[in-house]
């Protein structure tokens, strides 16, 4: 096996399928990324069972063949190279690097030891804008639970398509973040979760708005292609929630509120929360007003801003963390606050359609003395 490849193209190919390669799991075929050649192309993979990177790059190839390397030797190796163009020339198990007066020899893995990566052939086919989807996940991903301490399920983002609709829905047991819009789609109906860990990736990968990600859902696994790279995982199973019946259907108090306006007055409230306390705050909407108190061993903050106020009084508790994230990723001037009551879930809105929808679990209040 022999080729030769741009040093740039090949440091940044290995950067990113670097991302797929195992951590966790101490078996060097899976530490390692699979190098493939084929006439004129360089295929590099990234596995670790759960979660997979394949990307394909222009190599002058003289005899085709596969190796697996392990990712970190690879990655320091190439990164520090200064050549414009690097030579691998492989026998057997000995991988030689060469570029320009440096030249590395290092051991490679048997290329049939790798794990296959699993097929979604035949899967349900949709194509979306980058753009788009980059701005969908980034109003519902800061939903999703972290980890599984809550409920594996929820460890993911959900999709869910009907006709000419997708929506995004993401959850962590004490937020909901919901993003919905319009898309050409006739297909059926159809619905997955996808894991936040593969999400992140993917964002790091999708840099060109105006182009498209083509996505294949199969029963298991989904499969991203975009320019040219391919990633692959698997698909979390589970009871998601039933959002539908968690979203109050009325509210008593309507609250029209400038975006960074809410924003500002909450964080200036920060200085004296404990960390350690749940970030609590206590919002009182009431004469055309919010104000936003707390009191902690550290301190007591009071302040106000304007606020469109129709409706009863409500005086309610949030954290102030989970308030903040859905100001932060409400990307519109000014937005609706819908409150039932000081112990119903707040709905945070866009003032005049519902492409959006957050809602925000409130907290117990104690008297303030």
Same mark, same amino acid.
């Given at each position: 096996?022999?080729?030769?490849?741009?040093?740039?193209?090949?440091? +940044?190919?290995?950067?990113?399928?670097?991302?797929?390669?195992?951590?966790?799991?101490?078996?060097?075929?899976?530490?390692?990324? %699979?190098? +493939?050649?084929? @006439?004129?192309?360089?295929?590099?993979?990234?596995?670790?069972?759960?979660?997979?990177?394949?990307?394909? %790059?222009?190599?002058? =190839?003289?005899?085709? &063949?596969?190796?697996?390397?392990?990712?970190?030797?690879?990655?320091?190796?190439?990164?520090?190279?200064?050549?414009?163009?690097?030579?691998?020339?492989?026998? !057997?198990?000995?991988?030689?690097?060469?570029?320009?007066?440096?030249?590395?020899?290092?051991?490679?893995?048997?290329?049939?030891?790798?794990? +296959?990566?699993?097929?979604?052939?035949? !899967?349900?086919?949709?194509?979306?804008?980058? !753009? %788009?989807?980059?701005?969908?996940?980034?109003?519902?991903?800061?939903?999703?639970?972290?980890?599984?301490?809550?409920?594996?399920?929820?460890? &993911?983002?959900?999709?869910?398509?009907?006709?000419?609709?997708?929506? %995004?829905?993401?959850?962590? &047991?004490?937020?909901?973040?919901?993003?919905?819009?319009?898309?050409? $789609?006739?297909?059926?109906?159809?619905?997955?979760? =996808?894991?936040?860990?593969?999400?992140?990736?993917?964002?790091?990968?999708?840099?060109?708005?105006?182009?498209?990600? @083509?996505?294949?859902?199969?029963?298991?696994?989904?499969?991203? $292609?975009?320019?040219?790279?391919?990633?692959?995982?698997?698909?979390?199973?589970?009871?998601?929630?039933?959002?539908? @019946?968690?979203?109050?259907?009325?509210?008593?108090?309507?609250?029209?509120? $400038?975006?960074?306006?809410?924003?500002?007055?909450?964080?200036?409230?920060?200085?004296?929360?404990?960390?350690?306390?749940?970030?609590?705050?206590?919002?009182?909407?009431?004469?055309?007003?919010?104000?936003?108190?707390?009191?902690?061993?550290?301190?007591?903050?009071?302040?106000?801003?304007?606020?469109? =106020? @129709?409706?009863?009084?409500?005086?309610?508790?949030?954290?102030?963390?989970?308030?903040?994230?859905?100001?932060? $990723?409400?990307?519109?001037?000014?937005?609706?606050?819908?409150? !039932?009551?000081?112990?119903?879930?707040?709905?945070?809105?866009?003032?005049?359609?519902?492409?959006?929808?957050?809602?925000?679990?409130?907290?117990?209040?104690?008297?303030?003395?």
């Amino acid at each position: 096996m022999n080729f030769t490849c741009n040093t740039k193209e090949l440091n +940044e190919a290995i950067s990113n399928v670097m991302r797929a390669v195992s951590t966790k799991v101490t078996i060097p075929t899976i530490e390692g990324i %699979l190098i +493939e050649c084929g @006439s004129d192309t360089l295929s590099l993979t990234g596995y670790d069972f759960e979660f997979g990177i394949n990307t394909t %790059l222009q190599a002058r =190839v003289s005899e085709p &063949g596969a190796i697996v390397i392990n990712a970190k030797v690879l990655s320091d190796i190439v990164r520090k190279l200064s050549g414009g163009s690097v030579t691998f020339d492989i026998s !057997g198990l000995s991988v030689s690097i060469s570029c320009g007066q440096t030249q590395y020899n290092i051991m490679g893995i048997d290329a049939e030891d790798y794990p +296959e990566l699993p097929s979604v052939s035949g !899967g349900f086919p949709l194509i979306l804008n980058q !753009g %788009l989807l980059t701005n969908m996940v980034s109003q519902t991903l800061f939903a999703v639970a972290d980890n599984e301490s809550a409920k594996p399920v929820h460890t &993911g983002l959900k999709f869910e398509l009907s006709l000419n609709q997708i929506r %995004l829905i993401g959850v962590d &047991g004490f937020r909901l973040a919901i993003r919905t819009e319009t898309i050409q $789609n006739d297909g059926d109906d159809i619905s997955f979760i =996808v894991p936040k860990k593969t999400i992140r990736e993917l964002m790091k990968l999708m840099n060109e708005p105006d182009s498209e990600i @083509s996505i294949s859902v199969g029963k298991r696994h989904i499969v991203f $292609n975009l320019e040219n790279y391919s990633i692959i995982s698997r698909l979390l199973d589970g009871d998601f929630l039933d959002y539908n @019946s968690a979203i109050p259907k009325t509210s008593n108090t309507t609250v029209l509120i $400038n975006t960074s306006d809410a924003i500002s007055c909450i964080e200036r409230t920060l200085p004296v929360i404990e960390n350690d306390k749940k970030n609590p705050i206590r919002c009182l909407f009431e004469n055309d007003e919010m104000r936003v108190s707390t009191v902690s061993s550290l301190g007591r903050v009071v302040d106000y801003t304007h606020a469109n =106020v @129709s409706g009863d009084r409500v005086e309610i508790g949030f954290n102030s963390k989970y308030v903040l994230d859905a100001l932060h $990723n409400a990307d519109t001037d000014q937005v609706r606050l819908e409150l !039932g009551s000081a112990v119903s879930p707040a709905k945070i809105l866009p003032v005049n359609d519902d492409g959006f929808l957050f809602l925000v679990l409130p907290m117990r209040l104690k008297n303030e003395n």
